[in-house]
């Protein structure tokens, strides 16, 4: 009965015959000896070898091969088993007897020319390593198995173009007559001639397989070195300085463009060294020196932009940069010099420094060291005079932000304000700028000669963000009074002084400042017409009862008036200031006053009545008429009403003459620094001995150096150390005189 396991597990099942079968001898199997080994034909090498022979001469003739390849083949590969070391041999002797008699063809050709002779080579080359791929072909299995396996044996490929450069290419007089004409043929492509790319390509891929490029490598590159040297030395005498740059660009893609097509790799890095060394880093300072300076004059961007990628191609952006220096330098201390065009000096370095920035966008690509080479030169250059730059960029804001300049936009003055920024912060005295920066503002809040407030404020935002609002305290103290003096102004007009004691006859409006946020101005002395001196009194009494404890003091001089004119051609409105106003009042008496009448008049002193008689008299706007007619004002002169007076504006603006008033008010804004200066110095000297007690010279100097806002030299700061000596502030060390202690 057959016996199942459960029904995951596999079946057994038994038969009644097995052990019948078991009884049964096994049977063997038994490998017996060949009764003879198996021998080869009789001549079998030999008649298998003189079919192959005559293939490979065939195929070395460019003949048709008696035997089919797939016979040859497997005749090779039934030698290959026991005979593999005498076929190889064979063979090798075929191949280099064949190499032998094509070495003799070579040397008995009758071609004379290079040319001639690198094309026979090239025939030779290409016919060669078609042959041995063929005879390869049919020796495969030799190649596989006894080549390969063999230690010492080179495969049929190698062992053929061994015998190739043996007996052909490597023979003296082959290998430099092979490597003459190929120099040859490309240093004729490099003189402008068309050569055969595809020889020349396939001549040096073959020094590369047979293992022989430094052969060709060494001359190429000694051929290559004499050629740029002598054609640089030329190019660089003859040629203007942009074109030799374009000459070696030009030159330098040539040279890649000849590794992509016919040299080897290998030879880039030397062969590219080689060029650049010899047209351009031999030469960089004779090109610098040529025509850098041309090129910016000129703003030839694109040929400096080719400098700066070719001169950091040899690590020379170092002469560059110093060249760039050295050029910004020379150009803008001719500026600062030049006090012919002083008047338009900011205005040049505005657009000198436009220039530059134009040249380091498109030429060096914003190189950073280069950008600060153009800070470091600007540095010097607008300090190059102590403080007439500082001066004249302060005007040149102040002409900007008056109404009447030329700029139409806000956004143009907002452009020309961060230029202008810019050359303030080269600026090592920026006390000077701010002394002359708060006069000129001063002039235009009063005389209401702003263009624009939002812009005075939009300068004043970039001062304080540049230098801290320490900077700019006091001009912002000087807005904070024109906006106090409309407050006051609008209460004054409606209190009952103004109501009850001033007629309507004027309409007064007074500014009220505070005399530490502004210039200093020296009163200037006048006798002023009754009316006048009313509106004066009324407003003065009208502010004291507001504000007790404070003292008015009136600036005649920053006066302006508007005075309806009476004239027999008509009526007119003149704009002139209270000093004009007053002289012009007088002729309301009388037509005609000498200069002494009117001086005892007025009591305004001479040299400033002169002027404003000069201005009424002997300008473009004649109110009054001289008796002697000269550009003078002599005290003799005497003055008449122009009743001829004509003019087709109704409202006429008569501006005051300066005479010479202006560089003495600038000397006098120049001294004013100078004095705060000294103040400075010793607040600073006095901080730092009081912190540190006793130090000798040289250090108190050095610290009073970094502390200091202004340049100061250290002979003048060795004055103030004494004058603080004499004033017992410090004392000199009794044991050592350049010592100094805190008293």
């Known amino acids: 009965m057959p016996a199942t396991t459960s029904s995951n597990g596999p079946m057994i099942r038994k ?72 076929l190889y041999k064979r063979l090798e002797d075929e191949i280099e007897n064949h190499v032998k008699k094509e070495f003799q063809n070579l040397s008995n050709s009758p071609l004379t020319d290079l040319l001639s002779f690198l094309n026979l080579i090239h025939q030779s080359w290409q016919n060669f390593c078609s042959q041995t791929i063929l005879i390869r072909a049919i020796f495969l299995y030799l190649d596989r198995t006894y080549a390969l396996q063999t230690a010492g044996v080179r495969s049929i490929w190698e062992m053929a173009l061994n015998h190739f450069k043996k007996y052909i290419i490597s023979v003296p007089q082959i290998e430099k007559k092979l490597v003459k004409g190929l120099l040859n043929l490309i240093e004729g492509e490099r003189g402008g001639e068309n050569v055969d790319r595809l020889l020349l390509k396939t001549l040096i891929r073959m020094f590369v397989s047979l293992g022989m490029y430094q052969s060709f490598e060494k001359p190429f590159l000694e051929s290559t070195n004499s050629f740029y040297l002598k054609e640089s030395e030329q190019c660089v005498r003859e040629m203007e300085v942009a074109v030799y740059l374009k000459q070696v660009e030009n030159r330098l893609n040539n040279e890649s463009e000849r590794i992509i097509h016919y040299l080897d790799n290998s030879t880039r890095k030397e062969l590219i060294k080689t060029v650049e060394y010899r047209m351009l880093e031999c030469h960089v300072q004779a090109l610098i020196n040529k025509g850098f300076d041309e090129l910016i004059q000129l703003n030839r961007t694109e040929d400096l932009a080719r400098m700066y990628s070719l001169f950091s191609r040899v690590n020379a952006l170092d002469n560059l940069k110093l060249a760039f220096g050295n050029y910004i330098k020379t150009t803008g201390s001719n500026m600062v010099d030049d006090n012919e065009k002083e008047s338009s000096l900011v205005q040049d370095l505005l657009d000198f420094k436009a220039k530059l920035n134009e040249i380091m966008d498109k030429s060096f690509s914003k190189n950073e060291n280069f950008a600060h080479t153009i800070k470091e030169s600007f540095e010097m250059i607008i300090n190059k005079k102590a403080n007439r730059p500082a001066e004249l960029i302060a005007k040149f804001v102040d002409s900007k932000l008056r109404s009447g300049n030329k700029v139409s936009s806000e956004e143009e003055t907002e452009d020309i304000l961060d230029r202008v920024m810019i050359l303030f912060r080269y600026i090592q005295g920026k006390d000077v700028f701010e002394a002359f920066y708060k006069k000129d503002l001063a002039k235009r809040l009063l005389l209401d000669k702003s263009a624009s407030l939002d812009a005075e404020k939009n300068m004043i935002s970039k001062l304080k963000a540049e230098c801290g609002s320490g900077f700019t305290n006091k001009l912002e103290g000087m807005f904070k009074d024109i906006d106090l003096s409309s407050d006051i102004m609008a209460a004054f007009k409606e209190s009952p002084q103004y109501r009850n004691e001033l007629s309507g006859e004027i309409d007064l409006n007074v500014s009220v400042l505070t005399s530490g946020y502004w210039p200093a101005y020296n009163p200037i002395e006048i006798n002023l017409p009754q009316n006048l001196s009313l509106c004066q009194e009324v407003f003065k009494r009208f502010y004291f009862s507001k504000y007790q404890g404070r003292r008015l ?15 027999p051609n008509g009526t007119k409105e003149l704009a002139v200031s209270l000093l004009q106003t007053v002289v012009l009042l007088l002729f309301n008496d009388k037509d005609e006053y000498t200069f002494k009448e009117i001086h005892q008049a007025i009591a305004l002193e001479q040299g400033e009545l002169k002027r404003q008689l000069m201005s009424l008299a002997c300008g473009k706007v004649k109110v009054l008429t001289k008796s002697v007619q000269t550009k003078e004002i002599s005290e003799e002169d005497t003055f008449t009403f122009n009743k001829q007076f004509k003019q087709k504006a109704y409202r006429i603006k008569i501006n005051s003459i300066q005479m010479k008033e202006t560089t003495e008010e600038n000397q006098k804004t120049t001294q004013g620094v100078m004095q705060d200066r000294q103040y400075q110095i010793d607040a600073a000297i006095v901080r730092i001995m009081k912190t540190r007690k006793t130090l000798s010279h040289s250090q108190l100097v050095s610290e009073l150096i970094g502390q200091l806002k202004f340049p100061a030299k250290p002979a003048d700061l060795k004055k103030r150390i004494e004058s603080l000596i004499e004033r017992e502030y410090l004392e000199r060390s009794t044991e050592d005189s350049q010592i100094y202690n805190y008293l």
């Open 15 to 86: 038969n009644s015959n097995t052990s019948k079968s078991n009884s049964q001898p096994a049977k063997k199997l038994v490998i017996k000896s060949l009764k003879a080994a198996p021998k080869l034909p009789e001549n079998f090498e030999e008649e298998t070898w003189k079919k192959l022979e005559s293939a490979v001469r065939a195929v070395f003739e460019s003949k048709t091969t008696e035997c089919s390849l797939e016979e040859l083949y497997k005749a090779a590969e039934e030698s290959s088993h026991k005979l593999a070391p005498n």
């Open 553 to 567: 003091t009136w600036q005649n001089s920053l006066g302006r008036c508007t005075l309806k004119s009476f004239f």
